[in-house]
């Protein structure tokens, strides 16, 4: 049974189930408010200052004291399973999602040429690209703000303990402090059983897969991932001669994906703000080299100037920028599916369930899909429980 059709049967008062949901990127969020929407006592945790994960939206100040804001991470997406649908047509009804209808042309590097365009009017059915408004954390902001919904951001999960007690995982941040019981988990996070947990934080992967042999065996913890670098531009005025206001690159060694961010809807038009995504061969050559610390500012500032560079050989950008700044995403896409069936990852006697886009498709919809899969899983799980 799907999550939506359990929404429709269940009455908020026949469950009495508290959930942990580690992460509020769209999967989490989407599984939160699912969960919540069906009478379960949900918080959300992120080690992030604020929600969206890969959909979050940066806020800098120009040298003149305005701010200035990037989607720079996911910076649109697409629909075409109709549980996701009808999801965003909710979400569109409610105004936090809308289309961006806007001409996008596919640019070949080699030639400098356009290879072709998507007008304003072929926006049809799949071909449709929602952003969240005003920024594509909205997404997430407003589901988390579901009621029922917890949000505790800034608070990293470091350890998952399981307790043979009546409500028995007791989740740790890394100081060892208690962050509260919980009858059921839903980690939306590959990280919690990857070394690369270690290699960020110096401590063991919050999960111990010994807990859980029934998912010991999908090599969650070695999923291959691409990252991507973003550069965040601001120009003082339109860049006029740019036919599109986003372009996929062919034939760039560097860039894949350049859009003009302040043309989506609820965007301050107060300057032309530009994202351009490196292609994951020019990123995976950066972190090669320096591997996956912090990275300098002057090592920002090089990987900038060369991101603008290609852009500038485009022959379309006919000014400087007032401002400038490259961000890494280590792990931007996973580069490989390990649930498409199933969507998500369940273990029922732990009531623990892993979802995110590494589940069904490296993208915002196979995330959306994954985090209604981890509901359903839930709430089946409490209906048992009944
Ligand atoms: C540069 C870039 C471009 C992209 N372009 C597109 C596109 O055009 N179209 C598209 O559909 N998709 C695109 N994507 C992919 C899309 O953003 C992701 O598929 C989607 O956002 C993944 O959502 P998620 O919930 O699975 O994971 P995430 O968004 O990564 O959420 C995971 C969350 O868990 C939190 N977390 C992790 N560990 C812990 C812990 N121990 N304790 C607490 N919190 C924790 C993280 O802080 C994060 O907020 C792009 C991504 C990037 C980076």
Redesign the pocket.
Known sequence: MSASNLIRRRSVYDVAMKVAV????????VCASTLAKNGVSVTI????RG??????QRREVGEDGKELTFD???????VTNPDAISLVHEWESIGFVSQWKQVFGSFDSASNKFLGFQQEEDHTNNNKKYVGVPGMNSISKALCNHSGVESMFG????KMEWLEEDIPWLLKDSKGQNLGRFHGVV???K??VSPR?TQLTGLPP?LDLSLVPELATTKLQDIPVLP?F?LMLAFKEPLSLMPAKGLSFKNSEILS?AHCDSTKPGRSTDSDRWIL?STPGYASSVIAKTGLQKLSSETLNQIAEEMFKEFQCSGLVNSLPFFMKAHR?G????AKSIAVEERCLWDRNRNLAI????CV???????IL??LAAASKLLQASSCRL
């Open positions: 580690i992460g509020s990127g769209i999967s989490g969020a945790f992120d080690s992030a929600p969206g994960g890969r959909m979050s720079h991470g996911a910076p649109f997406f697409c608070t990293g999960i470091a980690a939306s996070d990280n919690i947990f919050p991507c973003s994906w995504h995403w792990s931007a896409f996973p979802c995110g886009d590494f498709s490296p993208n915002v919809e196979g995330a994954s985090g």
